[in-house]
C-alpha cells in the first residue's frame, strides 16, 4: 500500500480542518496508509482520527495574525529553514510516496529534495493565473487615509509587497541548492507538483490552468464536540442568526454583534473559539467556545462570520446567506467572490457597526425567501486518487 503523508500547518484551524477532511476521504477508500503531520493546539476539536498522527512545528497563530494585519512577510529565513529541516526528517523517518501540504509552504523545497510527489491543498484565488482584483486588507493604512485611498496605494504597491513575501523563500531555496520559486507570492503560495484548489470552479474566475492546476471542491469540516445543553430547546418561532469569526476573524467585533442582534427578533448561536470572554449574557443568545459548524448552519438561516472559505462554503452548501466580515487578504479575497456571485453580503471588519450589521441581516433574511444561486461544491475524491495513483515529480 502507499503511504501518504500530510503536512498542515497549524496557522488557523483550517489548514488542519483541509488536511483531516481529505485524510479521511483517502483512508476510507482501504488503499493507502495515511500519516498526518501537525501541531497540537486544535486537538481538542478535532477529535480521534483513524491513522497515524505526529507533531510538526508551526509558527503561533498569534504571530501569524499579526503579520497578516500589518502586512508584512510571515515567514523568516530562519524559520523556513527550521521547517525543511523538519519537512526533511519527517520525509526520512516515514518514507512517503505521495506527499500533501496545505500551507507548509516549505515542502516545495523540502519535497524536491527527497524526490517525493507533492500536492499542495490551497484556494484558487491565491493563484497567479487567478483572474481576480484584489481589495485591500484591513492594514493600518486604511485606518489613517481611509478605505478608498489606501485601494490606489495598495493596487499600486501590491506587485512589489507581493515580491517582499518571497525573498525569504528565494534565499532558503539558494541555502538548499534548490531552483528558485519565482518572484510572485502567488507563485509561492501555489508551487507543487500538483496545485489542487480546495473551491468550486463555478466560483472563481480563472485564466488558461496547466495540467497540474485542479479544482477538486471545497474541503468541508466541523469539530468534533458534543452539542450543548441547550441545542434541543432552541427557540423555533424567530429566524436563526449563527455568528461564528473562527480562529483567524476579528473576535473584537463579537460585543457589537451581540448588542445589535439583541435588539433585533431572532435567535442568536453564537462560538466564541475561546477568543471573547462573554461578559454580558442576553435571552436570546446561545453561546458556545465551539460548536460543530454542519448541524449549526443547517439550522440557521444567517451565517455571520469572517469571510473565510471554510464557514463560506459550508453556507453556500447548505443555501445559508453568510455576511462576512473578512480582515486579512485571504478572507477579503474569498468573500468578495462570494458577494459577486450572490452568494453574501461583505461588510469590511474596519467598517463594521450595528446599523450595517441589523441592515444586512435584514436583507438576508429578506433574500432567503427568494432563489439563491445553486454551484457545485462536491469534492472529486477520485480525480484525488487519480493524482495519487499516477503521480509524477515535476508534472
Known amino acids: 500500500m502507499k503511504?501518504?503523508?500530510?503536512?498542515?500547518?497549524?496557522?488557523?484551524?483550517?489548514?488542519?480542518?483541509?488536511?483531516?477532511?481529505?485524510?479521511?476521504?483517502?483512508?476510507?477508500?482501504?488503499?493507502?496508509?495515511?500519516?498526518?503531520?501537525?501541531?497540537?493546539?486544535?486537538?481538542?476539536?478535532?477529535?480521534?482520527?483513524?491513522?497515524?498522527?505526529?507533531?510538526?512545528k508551526s509558527i503561533s497563530s498569534?504571530?501569524?495574525?499579526?503579520?497578516?494585519?500589518?502586512?508584512?512577510?510571515?515567514?523568516?529565513?530562519?524559520?523556513?529553514?527550521?521547517?525543511?529541516?523538519?519537512?526533511?526528517?519527517?520525509i526520512d523517518e516515514i518514507k512517503p510516496d505521495f506527499i500533501f501540504g496545505d500551507f507548509r509552504l516549505?515542502?516545495?523545497?523540502?519535497?524536491?529534495?527527497?524526490k517525493t510527489p507533492y500536492a499542495s491543498i490551497t484556494n484558487a484565488y491565491w493563484s497567479p493565473y487567478a483572474d481576480i482584483k484584489y481589495p485591500v486588507p484591513e492594514i493600518p493604512l486604511t485606518k489613517f487615509v481611509g478605505v478608498s485611498i489606501a485601494q490606489k496605494v495598495f493596487d499600486l504597491v501590491r506587485p512589489v509587497v507581493f515580491k517582499l513575501h518571497t525573498l525569504a523563500f528565494n534565499k532558503v531555496c539558494k541555502k538548499f541548492r534548490q531552483p528558485?520559486?519565482?518572484?510572485?507570492?502567488?507563485?509561492?503560495y501555489t508551487h507543487a507538483d500538483y496545485t489542487l484548489y480546495a473551491d468550486a470552479k463555478a466560483l472563481i474566475?480563472?485564466?488558461?490552468?496547466?495540467?497540474n492546476h485542479i479544482f477538486i471542491g471545497p474541503l468541508l469540516w466541523s469539530a468534533k464536540v458534543s452539542l450543548p445543553v441547550w441545542w434541543d430547546t432552541l427557540p423555533s418561532d424567530k429566524p436563526i442568526v449563527f455568528i461564528t469569526l473562527g480562529s483567524s476573524g476579528d473576535s473584537s467585533l463579537l460585543p457589537m454583534l451581540l448588542e445589535t442582534l439583541n435588539k433585533m427578533p431572532v435567535t442568536v448561536l453564537c462560538v466564541t473559539a475561546k477568543k471573547v470572554k462573554l461578559d454580558k449574557s442576553y435571552s436570546n443568545v446561545f453561546s458556545a467556545e465551539f460548536l460543530p459548524a454542519e448541524l449549526v448552519v443547517k439550522k440557521?438561516?444567517?451565517?455571520?462570520?469572517?469571510?473565510?472559505?471554510?464557514?463560506?462554503?459550508q453556507s453556500i452548501v447548505e443555501?445559508?446567506?453568510?455576511?462576512?466580515?473578512?480582515?486579512?487578504?485571504?478572507?477579503?479575497?474569498?468573500?468578495?467572490?462570494?458577494?459577486?456571485?450572490?452568494?453574501?453580503?461583505?461588510?469590511?471588519?474596519?467598517?463594521?457597526?450595528?446599523?450595517?450589521i441589523e441592515r444586512a441581516v435584514n436583507k438576508g433574511l429578506a433574500v432567503k425567501k427568494k432563489i439563491i444561486p445553486e454551484i457545485d461544491c462536491?469534492?472529486?475524491?477520485?480525480?484525488?486518487?487519480?493524482?495519487?495513483?499516477?503521480?509524477?515529480?515535476?508534472?
Request: glycine letters at 6%.
Open 205 to 211: 474566475p480563472m485564466h488558461s490552468l496547466p495540467e
Open 62 to 90: 498569534h504571530y501569524f495574525a499579526k503579520k497578516l494585519a500589518d502586512g508584512l512577510p510571515i515567514y523568516n529565513v530562519q524559520t523556513l529553514t527550521d521547517y525543511v529541516n523538519e519537512d526533511l526528517s519527517i
Open 106 to 114: 516549505s515542502l516545495s523545497i523540502s519535497a524536491r529534495i527527497k
Open 300 to 313: 440557521a438561516d444567517i451565517v455571520i462570520c469572517n469571510g473565510g472559505s471554510p464557514m463560506v462554503y
Open 3 to 56: 503511504h501518504i503523508l500530510f503536512f498542515a500547518e497549524a496557522v488557523t484551524l483550517a489548514h488542519i480542518a483541509r488536511c483531516i477532511t481529505l485524510a479521511n476521504k483517502i483512508h476510507a477508500s482501504g488503499q493507502y496508509i495515511i500519516t498526518i503531520a501537525a501541531d497540537n493546539r486544535y486537538d481538542e476539536i478535532i477529535g480521534a482520527v483513524p491513522f497515524q498522527r505526529i507533531p510538526l
Open 180 to 188: 528558485l520559486l519565482g518572484s510572485d507570492l502567488r507563485e509561492v
Open 378 to 395: 462536491s469534492l472529486d475524491i477520485n480525480e484525488v486518487i487519480k493524482i495519487i495513483d499516477t503521480a509524477t515529480i515535476g508534472s
Open 319 to 356: 443555501k445559508k446567506i453568510v455576511i462576512g466580515l473578512p480582515s486579512n487578504l485571504d478572507q477579503y479575497l474569498m468573500m468578495t467572490l462570494a458577494d459577486a456571485t450572490g452568494f453574501g453580503q461583505l461588510i469590511r471588519a474596519g467598517k463594521a457597526n450595528s446599523y450595517n
